[in-house]
């Protein structure tokens, strides 16, 4: 938790892309060292051992030329898949620089016995490209080429010139030029293939307005028809949803197979299990087929003149790592299809790339117990559908996180109300308490060396020995927040054993705390449905979801669910609450009675102690310092109704910026049909009445104008003085105008 309070206010999901970074480059080395492991096994890959649990120890400790060997390997492994074959071409004559070894067969291009003149060198390097198929097919490529958004004009239907065989054609830009992905299209189906294709695309709309159609407030259901869907259009065995978890581990969510299979619902794996590199590749090429695992791939031999080996990061051909296709063998599944789940996030980097502006949310499985082809037109129509699938997925989450944030909210007004009216300690002693804040198995206070302990926590001793351990190494911060005691150095951490293994402390002055505990992650999973049995014996050597879930377990063993970005908001405007509620150690004029396991403030005395200017502005900075930091609208008027508050989000919102809304009559930024009511809700708690849960509509300004006005839902909360004379209002919002 930094000390710096402007830098913890940055958006939510720049906090979150910037960890997801960190967390990537972490990662990334271990994924080259298992890629290493494995090569060097001969296929006898302990995957379970192989893995380092503590990223930290030793991902400086991989070369970085492993590492670039590894990436290298992963974009540009020079294989193809056998249901297709591959051209690249330089852009502006279209004179092949690579192709793949099976493509001179599959164009009919290799020599006979007695090879005509035509048929010798008909595919070489510096050959035409268009001189291969014939001219209509040669215009469309001609066409193409001049494009900007190649993936719109995707598949050109293109013939053979030699035999006429048909070719769908997936083209897509690289570094040297253009790369052509050509796949057989059978003759015999080439009269129904366009009625084909557009039957899939309804079929894709229709289930799009399924899932559009679906109630609000269950993501679960959204997944489980998505399931159902995608199993109906493509006909595999088993179609799953893989969901990637803010520590980049995975889990199935839902899933369909046939009954004589086994479920892999529930199953947690590492983040391992799919590389960042992976996942990259998942951004660039949102389907993914793999048609048989076994199938020996195809070379692309290449012109001399290209510096490095061609990218096959974009082509629908790449064949699979050998690691995943044994992956794959071990678990019985022949055959893959995977689509990519991607989600907007709020951020300006969007405006820029598009691909900054995306977030991987997970992935649509589908396994298939024998070789499987689906052809692209079909493909097409399920990445339209998972598509729709994430439109609808953003707007769940942003409700889900609604909801989350207007319970938080609730708790927070509670709270503050508790510190207001109430013992400053109500808050530990009370329900509701600092427990019901955010997810977690227990907390603590740690103020004036005593203690108070609700849930699962630490020893009072081992609590003391903590909050000890935080002011002498990490004395300049305002807190910490970990998911491994035990990796953020702590060395009492083993002696807490699985109960104890993140915390959120927030120091609340210099040496006084107060604590959030989590237990091990591992205590929250279940396996097929069931909790996971420590007895069951699987052989670890094997790349296998069970083996990939022992590992995970290992990996969570000394770890707890980690802690979100709206937790840390909800605990530190907590903090800064407090710390204006409960003073240092140093201030002696605090008269504190201890009684059982509650201690009493004697209010009047802390107020009655207030008496110069200095003292009520370090009071007053404090609430206005909350004002500012709150990822939620707050904004302030005084007895006149003019606002003294203003916070961040709430100018982000209106487009009306602090030192233009300061001043200004409430009033005049409320649409005109609801002023009397803010008239009314002014005047009553100006009289002490607080209203709450009351809906205010905003007018928009600047580039929100154009939105339209933004709706507020608020509770509202008397300012007083020293004296208890209510000088203003304060409001604490919840945007609901989505």
Known sequence: MSSNSTNRTNSRSGSA?????????????????????????????????SIDFNASTYTGSVPSSTVSA???????????????????????????????????????????????????????????VRTLFRSSGAAAL??????????????????????????YAILHRIDVGLVIDLEPVNPADLPVTAAGALKSCKLAAKAVSRLQSLPSGNISLLCDVLVQEVTELTGYDRVMV???????????????????????????????????????????????????????????VQDATLSQPLSLGGSTLRAPHGCHAQYMANMGSIASLVMSVTVNEDNDDAKNDPLKGRKLWGLVVCHHASPRFVPFPHRYACEFLVQGFGVQLKKEVALAVQVKEKHILQIQSVLCDMLLRDSPMAIVTQSPNVMDLVKCDGAALFYKNKVWLLGVTPTEEQVIDIAQWLVDYHGSSTGLSTDSLMEAGYPGASKLGAA???????????????????????????????????????????????????????????????????EMDAIHSLQLILRGSLPDDTVNNLEVAASGSKMVVNAPKVYATIKTVG?????????????????????????????????????????????????????SVIVDEAIDAVKRILSLGLQGVEEKDMEIR?????????NGPVIFIVNAFCSRDIEENIIGICFIGQDVTA
């Open 17 to 49: 892309r910037s960890r997801r970074h960190t967390r990537v480059v972490a990662q990334t080395p271990i994924d080259a060292k298992l890629h290493v492991d494995y090569k060097r096994s001969e296929r006898l890959f302990d995957y379970s051992s």
């Open 70 to 128: 590894y990436l290298q390997k992963m974009q540009r492994g020079s294989l193809i898949q056998l249901f297709g074959c591959l051209i690249a071409v330089n852009e502006d004559n279209f004179s092949v620089l690579a192709y793949s070894e099976n493509a001179p067969e599959m164009l009919d291009l290799a020599p006979h016995a007695v090879p005509n003149i035509e048929q010798q060198q008909a595919l070489s390097f510096g050959t035409d």
């Open 142 to 167: 001609q066409k193409a080429a001049t494009f900007p958004e190649l993936h719109l004009l995707n598949p050109l239907l293109l013939h053979s010139k030699t035999s006429d065989k048909p070719f």
């Open 242 to 300: 893989y969901k990637f978890h803010e520590d980049e581990h995975g889990e199935v969510i839902s899933e369909w197979c046939k009954p004589e299979s086994e479920p892999y619902l529930g199953f947690h794996y590492p983040a391992t299990d799919i590389p960042q590199a992976s996942r990259f590749l998942f951004m660039k090429n949102k389907v993914r087929m793999i048609c048989d695992c076994f199938a020996p791939p195809f070379k692309v």
């Open 500 to 566: 104890i293994c993140g915390m959120a402390a927030t120091r609340i002055s210099s040496k006084n705390f107060l604590f959030w505990f989590r237990s091990h992650t591992a205590k929250e999973i279940k396996w097929g449905g069931a909790k996971h049995d420590p007895v069951d014996k699987d052989d670890g050597r094997k790349m296998h979801p069970r083996s990939s879930f022992k590992a995970f377990l290992e990996v969570v063993k000394w770890r707890s669910l980690p802690w979100e970005d709206m």
């Open 615 to 667: 003292e009520l502005q370090t009071v007053t900075s404090e609430m206005v310092h909350l004002i500012e930091t709150a990822a939620v609208p707050i904004f302030a008027v005084d007895g006149s109704g003019s606002i003294n508050g203003w916070n961040v989000k709430t100018a982000k919102l209106t487009g009306l910026s602090l030192e233009h809304a300061i001043g200004l009559p409430l009033i």
């Open 698 to 706: 905003f007018k928009t300004f600047g580039h929100q104008e154009k």
